[in-house]
């Protein structure tokens, strides 16, 4: 009865995709005819390419695989050269079915933009597009076709090193950088050989990792899933994204890889994705110490039925699949089903028709890293940045200032271009001392401490011990005491943030500490120019350094990015989108949290709160300050009450009150007061990104439809409850205006 009801099933999507486009589906399901089970198999097996000094190389047994039609796409391959010789093997093939090359190509390729967790802070959609489409260009001509991108993990908790990877911990946000970035890697058709197959990940859930440790556990009520951590993959999938990886971790108590509710009746039945889902680095393998399964052939079975179709780099699939469909185990329709998509992709990239698709040594040249797209990295850069405080207005720095800088990351060429870098080669990347002596000449430099003096820690990431800290830090107080201001480079160095990087104390390293505040206590001015992966716990940082500007790690152009920020030449506007904790033991914090039946009362010990914290996090989610000063006044809603056709119309004043010319991310936030089930205190909904000379003044209008209020009800339907309403709009999530209306039945 199974076995019908999956037949009829597979007939069906068959039947749908002949409907879409007749001459696509008897291509692939001729083709399929004429493969032999091994062929087959092959296609479904994804291996890497290795790497050393001199680049990508294949393994010998791995180019037997791709001789023996055994392997139907490689990762970690780039260059015109290398992937042409990868393909002229497949070519020689009996059926010539083209191999599909894969990478990770995070936050672009060899133009390396921010990472992604300080793109997102530039609330600018079409950079955040633009970025992606230059990754593509770029990446495509290098011979790729498919990238591991997006990543778009919701998380709250900074200790997990992949915050660096993603959005930050907003859904709403979540979901439009999702769209806009498939956008971006795939624009409108993947034919076009300067396109990439994106990869939406890691799903699900990753981002919910027990105690920010990764690779942990996850455990989450399905209204938690679908309300604030499933909307970003979905959204991609509504954008047409072509493939899906699974996350390592597991989905109520099954291993992702594993997970038929997740990967079929979900992914594919509720929300309709038509692509293939490859796994994560070895994750059918991994279903074994999850406890799951007992050895590589229950792995094999179970990740295929549950609707994995390619097996990353475990091999699983290629060496258990046959054993189980000759003992029964599978059926030949759910090899045929998973092979069919894996090809479907090929065929809507144009690799049937030229296999070499986009590889072109001369294109190549032309575009990587070419004076637009370099000049892009440095715009994304400088409006990733986040003024943090600015006391007196230390920034901008007055001409004619005499500098110091200071600091392990003053000149720490590889750091520039953070981790998942992909091909960014660091040797072309800006370093802030290298931005700062173009502009003034030689100035005064000491690097002044051990990025960390835990040795083991050093060794760990492959840090080279630059000397003792102790006689560094007197050299970098010498080199202070000269100075009008100085510029501190501090904060962590690529490796501490990534992946297999969480950290239980997200502080500065000690040593850096330790040189912080010994050139605070020369008396000089401090400006912290802050270079990491995630938020940082800075209650000590924000206490006594008058200026801290966040510039995460800022890719190919970031040194050349900071020094504009810092001489005023562009006026920071980014805005952070992860609440940064004033401690670890605050974490998990996020600005969406719900209220308790005890919602925090200073003068009433038994409500919701710390003994020996606040509730606040340092720096709230959505902030970040500007060279000049914004006002909101006159919040205005044009009706008290609206049915559920209709629009309310939210106004407000934004006005700049300050010395410079800036631009201002004005942000529109709801609560719904009483509802079936909580909600949280606060919600984004919509912003704008403005830009008003000084003295400029502007009426800001947002439209809030009745979609704007919807939530998972008491029967996790997705409605909107009559009611009332709160609307909040501000220049962060926490210093809001406020006002109230109600939605009519
Ligand atoms: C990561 C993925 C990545 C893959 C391939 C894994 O370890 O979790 O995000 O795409 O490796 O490099």
Partial sequence: ?????????????????????????????????????????????????????????????????????????????????????????????????PLLFGYDVIHGHKTIFPIPLGEACTWDLALLEKSARIAAEEASADGLHWTFSPMVDIARDPRWG????????????????????????????????????????????????????????VDMSRRQMYQFYLPPYKAAVEAGVGTVMTSFNEVDGIPATG??????????????????????????????????????????????????????QGSVYATQLKKLLDDKKITLQDIDQAVYRVLEAKYKLGLFKDPYRGADSARAKKVIMSTTNLQAAREI??????????????????????????????????????????????????????????????????????????????????????????DMRKEAVETARKADVVILALGESQGMSGEAASRSDIGLPASQRALLEAVYNTGKPVVLVLMNGRPLTLEWEDAHIPAILETWFPGTQGGYAIADVLFGDYNPAGKITMSFPRNTGQIPIYYNHKNTGRPLDPNNKYTSKYL???????????????????????????????????????????????????????????????????????????????????????EVTFDISVNDLKFYDKNMKYVAEPGAFKVFVGTNSRDVLEGEFSLLP
């Fill in 1 to 97: 009865m199974k076995l019908l009801a999956q037949c009829a099933l597979l007939f069906l999507s068959l039947q749908l995709h002949a409907q879409q486009d007749p001459q696509r589906h008897r291509f692939i399901t001729t083709l399929m005819q004429r493969m032999t089970i091994g062929e087959k198999i092959g296609q479904l097996n994804l291996l890497t390419s290795d790497m050393d000094v001199t680049g990508p190389f294949m393994k010998e047994n791995y180019k037997q695989d791709i001789l023996n039609g055994a392997c139907g796409a490689i990762f970690n391959a780039y260059t015109p050269q290398y992937t042409r010789k990868l393909q002229d093997m497949a070519m020689q093939t009996r059926l010539k079915i």
């Fill in 162 to 217: 992949r915050v660096a990877e993603g959005v930050g911990e907003d859904t709403w946000y979540g979901v439009q950088v999702a769209k806009a970035k498939v956008r971006g890697y795939q624009g409108t058709d993947l034919s076009t050989p300067n396109t990439l197959l994106a990869c939406v990940k890691h799903f699900a859930l990753y981002g919910a990792i027990e105690a920010g440790r990764d690779y942990n556990t």
């Fill in 259 to 312: 997970n038929h509710w997740l990967m079929t009746e979900l992914l594919r039945e509720e929300w309709g994705f038509k692509g293939f889902v490859v796994t994560d680095y070895t994750a059918i393998n991994e279903m074994i110490p999850h406890g799951i399964v007992k050895n590589e052939y229950e792995a094999g079975a179970l990740a295929l039925k549950a609707g994995v179709d390619m097996d990353m």
């Fill in 381 to 470: 850069a400088q409006r990733s940045f986040v003024l943090l405080k600015n006391e007196q207005q230390l920034l901008p720095l007055r001409k004619g200032t005499k500098i110091a800088l200071i600091g392990p990351l003053a000149n720490a060429q590889r750091d520039m271009i953070g981790n998942w870098s992909a091909a960014g080669d660091y040797k072309q990347a800006s370093t802030l001392l290298e931005a700062l002596k173009s502009r003034l000449g030689d100035i005064d430099y000491a690097p002044g401490a051990n990025l960390s003096d835990d040795r083991g820690l050093l060794k760990k990431l492959n840090i080279t011990d630059t000397g003792r800290s102790e």
């Fill in 612 to 698: 020996d914290v606040s509730n606040e996090p340092l720096y709230p989610f959505g902030y970040g300050l500007s060279y000049t000063k914004f006002t909101y006044n006159n919040l205005q809603l044009d009706k008290k009450n609206i049915r559920p056709q209709e629009k309310l119309r939210v106004s407000v004043t934004v006005e700049n009150a300050g010395d410079y010319d800036g631009e201002e991310v004005v942000q529109l936030y709801i609560q719904d007061v009483t509802a079936s089930v909580n909600r949280p205190v606060k919600e984004l909904r919509n912003f704008r990104k403005i830009m008003l000379k000084k003295g400029e003044r502007r």
